[in-house]
């Protein structure tokens, strides 16, 4: 499948905020779900928040839940965000996006994963 399109990363200071976008080139989300993953230095891509189209059923994983939103644009269908605020060092990865079947977990993804979207925390 291909890949959505991540933007919106970059360098910012522990406690800053940052937006990320998650577009589909092309077309309408395909998946019953649309979720972010990250992958630190050295570790294995992790789940951080999952969410339906409409974005009434969401889930974040405990590290960034009260930190991090989740939403899609009103104008633009094929496009999410994912609103970062209070940022920590632990924080720093590479973002994706990836539409999802099965749960706002995502514990199926239907998209091949794409650039991602680096995101650094410095302390």
């Known amino acids: 499948q291909v890949p959505l399109v991540e933007s919106g990363g970059g360098l910012v200071q522990a406690g800053g905020s940052l937006r990320l976008s998650c577009v589909s080139p092309?077309?309408?989300?395909?998946?019953?779900?649309i979720g972010w993953f990250r992958q630190a230095p050295g570790k294995e891509r992790e789940f951080v928040v999952g969410t339906n189209p409409s974005g009434t059923d969401t889930y974040y994983v405990e590290s960034v839940k009260g930190r991090f939103t989740i939403s899609r644009d009103s104008v633009d269908k094929n496009k999410i965000y994912l609103e970062m605020n209070s940022l920590k060092p632990e924080d720093t990865a590479v973002y994706y996006c990836?539409?999802?079947?099965?749960?706002?977990?995502?514990?199926?993804?239907?998209?091949?994963w794409g650039q991602g979207t680096q995101v650094t925390v410095s302390s």
């Open positions: 092309g077309r309408t989300f395909r998946g019953d779900y």
């Open positions: 990836t539409e999802c079947l099965g749960s706002t977990r995502c514990p199926t993804r239907i998209n091949n």
